[in-house]
């Protein structure tokens, strides 16, 4: 009867000691974990909002690259981190396709993670390295069919925003294009820069500012309308290629087991965060916008996970796509 009394005694003491804790949240720097490289465009969101989230926590927040394996390294290091709420994953679409590309996946990316809320949803450009002949999307398609053999695709890997716009694009011209995969589209775009790799499919992100700077060629957007950032690029949809319409939303999650607490007051310090205006300016300038208060939550992030598992896993299964 006594070790009971213990055992009571010390669940209350861990009890208070979360609770404390979690009034305490924060009281030293908050670590996003970005599963990519540094310099792509998940890299380039998460230190937006990074930023943008400092004045509410009052605390710095560090940006962690850990990229590898379409975003899934850094993804398990996030799900294995203490549920404090001092450690949260910032990640894409991908993290909804891993489950279907991975058959021993380290981690469930709906169990093994609690939902703070979306950020922002994305839509990519189609471009190629700046000497690539054709001068518009007309010329493209064709250029793309006659020469498939000879043309390389870089993406940031199985499974991640750019490959699986790849695998729309290619199924949609009815080509196979030889893949050259790198640790993400920070690196992929220096080569498609070089002129060492062909095409990519890249999120407005990242593409946009190289797409103003003409040191890429681009061709269309993957929006279902044109973008004001990239308003002399047409959609996909207007080039005759309706099924590629494909949209990157990136979302913040913390570890499963994170204090009610603490994660009711990440949502709010996400939601101040992406109202201030600087991240709405800059956000536009790389063709996209934060999404509404009502989307940036546990709610609606569970429900965009779930449903883009569904949508992507019989897709990815039927295309006979390993990652492993």
């Known amino acids: 009867m006594k070790s009971n009394h213990v055992v009571v005694a010390a669940a209350l003491v861990a009890l208070a000691t979360v609770g404390a804790s979690a009034q305490d949240f924060p009281n030293k720097p908050v670590t996003f974990v970005v599963p990519f490289a540094a310099g792509g465009p998940s890299?380039?969101?998460?230190?937006?909002?990074?930023?943008?989230?400092?004045?509410?926590?009052?605390?710095?927040?560090?940006?962690?690259?850990?990229?590898?394996?379409?975003?899934?390294?850094?993804?398990?290091?996030?799900?294995?981190?203490?549920?404090?709420?001092?450690?949260?994953?910032?990640?894409?679409?991908?993290?909804?396709?891993?489950?279907?590309?991975?058959?021993?996946?380290?981690y469930h990316p709906v169990d093994d993670f609690s939902p703070i809320g979306l950020v922002n949803i994305n839509y990519m450009a189609l471009i190629a390295k700046k000497d690539l002949p054709p001068k518009d999307i007309k010329e493209l398609i064709p250029y793309i069919k006659a020469n498939a053999g000879r043309l390389n695709y870089g993406d940031a890997g199985i499974g991640s925003a750019s490959h699986l716009c790849g695998m729309l694009m290619m199924s949609a011209l009815g080509v196979k294009l030889q893949s050259v995969s790198f640790r993400g589209t920070g690196p992929a775009m220096?080569?498609?820069?070089?002129?060492?790799?062909?095409?990519?499919?890249?999120?407005?992100?990242?593409?946009?500012?190289?797409?103003?700077?003409?040191?890429?060629?681009?061709?269309?957007?993957?929006?279902?309308?044109?973008?004001?950032?990239?308003?002399?690029?047409p959609t996909v949809a207007e080039a005759g290629l309706p099924g590629m319409e494909f949209g990157v939303w990136n979302a913040l999650y913390a570890p499963k087991g994170t204090p009610q607490p603490v994660v009711d007051h990440l949502v709010k310090s996400l939601q101040q965060g992406l109202k201030d205006p600087l991240v709405a300016t800059r956000m536009a300038d790389l063709g996209t916008e934060p999404v509404p208060e009502n989307q940036a939550t546990p709610a609606a992030l569970h429900k965009m996970l779930t449903s883009e598992i569904a949508r992507w896993t019989p897709l990815i299964q039927a295309a006979g796509i390993k990652a492993d």
């Open 43 to 106: 890299d380039a969101i998460a230190r937006l909002l990074g930023r943008a989230m400092e004045p509410s926590l009052r605390q710095p927040v560090l940006i962690d690259n850990t990229a590898g394996a379409g975003g899934t390294v850094g993804s398990a290091k996030a799900a294995r981190a203490a549920p404090d709420g001092y450690t949260l994953l910032s990640h894409h679409i991908s993290h909804a396709t891993s489950i279907a590309l991975y058959s021993k996946l380290p």
């Open 190 to 233: 220096n080569d498609l820069v070089g002129g060492h790799i062909d095409i990519m499919c890249d999120q407005t992100t990242n593409s946009a500012p190289q797409i103003k700077a003409g040191t890429v060629k681009a061709y269309a957007v993957t929006s279902p309308k044109r973008l004001s950032a990239l308003a002399d690029l």
